[in-house]
């Protein structure tokens, strides 16, 4: 059986600011655009928790690879008894890909998660507008940038915000709730139930570069390069010290890695320009190393070969 946010008790009260009449209205359909790890990660999170799930990227292919890939991963869950046959059978029953956004012009809300680059995303809000029933919700998945900067994209800023998962979201279990200043109560109490019945720990977040998780992430991972730089301790040596000292699962060197080098630089640029805080500027080995396309695992190497 699906279920959406009423069957969670929550109903949500429709954002057409325009209308004198509010009518009960449900978050049922959800877009996920992306065909990326995070984009397969939000796909498979909506439709397990119930959620009738439209996954749309630039090209058919690249779309029906993800529902490929999303099948894999559950094939795996069910030989490991996480899932039985039919929770999978179910699962992918929710599940559809496509190429065209047009295609999304019923869903109740949408999550965009494409490349980590305002002018990309404010463009796609802008088009998005147009398609998309006055009632949805048009989110981001982005960690870092303005979500107010997306919403004035578009002629609905009231109905936009940041739902901001983590990588992979099918483990991970927080996710941040981004408000900007433009986003109405009702947007906001419509994301957070979302949040709630996808089974996640939702934080509210006030919509500044970084939000809580990489504004204090970050200047920690550019300083543990720094150090490297200084001649201070190796890399192994690093990594070793912060999983052994403070309990954390990978040390820096490796966690960049893994979120990828680019991804990180574009992070510290961002946060970097809202701040000017020197600990946001990118130290120069991360740059020479994204100049190079040594990005981290995506590429098989960063500062480890993979």
Request: aromatic content about 6%; proline content about 3%.
């Amino acid at each position: 059986m699906r279920h959406t946010v009423e069957d969670k008790g929550v109903w949500i009260v429709t954002l057409n600011q325009m209308s004198e009449q509010h009518t009960a209205n449900t978050i049922s359909t959800v877009a996920i655009l992306g065909s990326g790890i995070m984009g397969s990660g939000l796909a498979e999170v909506a439709a397990k928790a119930g959620f009738t799930v439209i996954v749309r990227s630039r090209s058919a292919s690249a779309a029906d690879a993800m529902i490929a890939s999303i099948t894999k991963g559950l094939d795996k869950q069910v030989q490991r008894e996480k899932i039985t046959a039919e929770d999978k059978a179910n699962i992918l029953s929710r599940l559809s890909a496509t190429a065209k956004l047009s295609d999304l012009a019923n869903c109740d809300l949408i999550i965009e998660s494409v490349v980590e680059d305002l002018a990309v995303k404010k463009q796609l809000f802008a088009e998005l507008d147009t398609i998309v029933k006055p009632s949805a919700i048009i989110a981001t998945n982005t960690s870092t940038l303005s979500v107010v900067d997306m919403a004035m994209a578009t002629q609905r800023p009231s109905q936009v915000c940041g739902i901001h998962f983590f990588n992979p979201a099918t483990a991970m279990p927080l996710v941040e709730v981004v408000r900007p200043i433009t986003a109405s109560d009702e947007t906001m109490a419509a994301a957070n139930a979302f949040v709630a019945a996808c089974g996640k720990s939702g934080v509210q977040v006030k919509d500044r570069a970084g939000f809580i998780v990489n504004a204090l992430l970050f200047p920690y991972l550019n300083n543990a390069v720094r150090i490297w730089e200084t001649g201070t301790a190796s890399m192994e040596d690093i990594d070793t010290a912060m999983k052994g000292g403070c309990n954390f699962p990978m040390g820096p060197f490796a966690l960049l890695d893994l979120v990828g080098l680019d991804t990180s630089v574009s992070i510290l640029d961002a946060l970097y320009a809202e701040f000017a805080d020197p600990n946001y500027a990118a130290v120069p080995t991360l740059r020479r190393l994204v100049a190079a396309g040594k990005l981290g695992r995506k590429t098989g190497a960063g500062f480890y070969t993979y």
